[in-house]
C-alpha cells in the first residue's frame, strides 16, 4: 500500500511541475524592398510536325516520304508516297515465272540495265522478240539502235523533289 503512496504522490507532483502559466510572446516584423521585377518568358516557336506515312503493309511497292521545316514565322510539313519501281519489277517477274511463263519473267527482269549486262556476260543473253539462248545473242548484236534502258529511273523523280524541298527551305530561312 505504501508503494501506491509513493507513486501517487510521484505522478501529482510531475503533473505540478508541468503546468505553468501561460505566456504568449509576440513579435512583429516588417519587410520592406524596393525595386522592380521583370519576368521574361521564352520559348520555341511552334513545331511543325511532318505526317507520318506508314509504308508496313509489305504487298504494296511504295515508300513515304515526309519533312518540315519550322522558322521564326512560317512552319511548313509535306508528304507524298514514292513508288518503287525496282520492287514492282520484282513482283512482276515472280507472278510471271510463277504462272509458268519463265521466258517473260527473265525479260521483264533484263529491263535492268545491270541484269541485262550480266546475263550477256554470263553467256545467257536475255530473250529479244521471242528469241533466246545464241539466237537471242545474235539478234541483240546485230540491233545496235536499240537501247535497254528499264522503267523510268525513280531516283531521278526523287532528285527533283528534293531539290523542291530544299529550295523551299531556302526560302524559308532568308525570312
Do not use: H
Not at 524592398?33 to 509504308?55: E, N, W
Not at 510539313?77 to 519463265?102: F, P, Q
Not at 525513280?154 to 531539290?163: I, R
Amino acid at each position: 500500500m505504501k508503494l501506491i503512496w509513493v507513486v501517487l504522490v510521484f505522478i501529482f507532483s510531475a503533473l505540478s511541475l508541468s503546468a505553468e502559466t501561460d505566456s504568449t510572446i509576440t513579435s512583429d516584423s516588417n519587410v520592406t524592398s524596393t525595386g522592380t521585377m521583370d519576368t521574361t518568358v521564352r520559348s520555341p516557336p511552334p513545331s511543325a510536325i511532318s505526317p507520318q506515312i506508314s509504308g508496313s503493309n509489305s504487298d504494296l511497292c511504295t515508300i513515304g516520304v515526309a519533312g518540315a521545316v519550322q522558322t521564326q514565322i512560317l512552319g511548313i510539313s509535306a508528304g507524298k508516297t514514292v513508288r518503287d519501281m525496282n520492287c514492282e519489277k520484282l513482283k512482276n517477274a515472280k507472278v510471271m515465272y510463277d504462272m509458268g511463263m519463265k521466258v517473260a519473267a527473265v525479260s521483264v527482269m533484263c529491263q535492268d540495265k545491270r541484269v541485262f549486262d550480266a546475263m550477256m556476260n554470263a553467256g545467257t543473253p536475255c530473250p529479244k522478240d521471242g528469241l533466246i539462248g545464241d539466237a537471242a545473242r545474235l539478234a541483240w548484236e546485230a540491233d545496235t539502235t536499240e537501247k535497254i534502258e528499264g522503267f523510268m529511273d525513280a531516283q531521278s523523280d526523287t532528285t527533283l523533289g528534293f531539290g523542291a524541298v530544299l529550295g523551299v527551305l531556302g526560302l524559308l530561312l532568308l525570312l
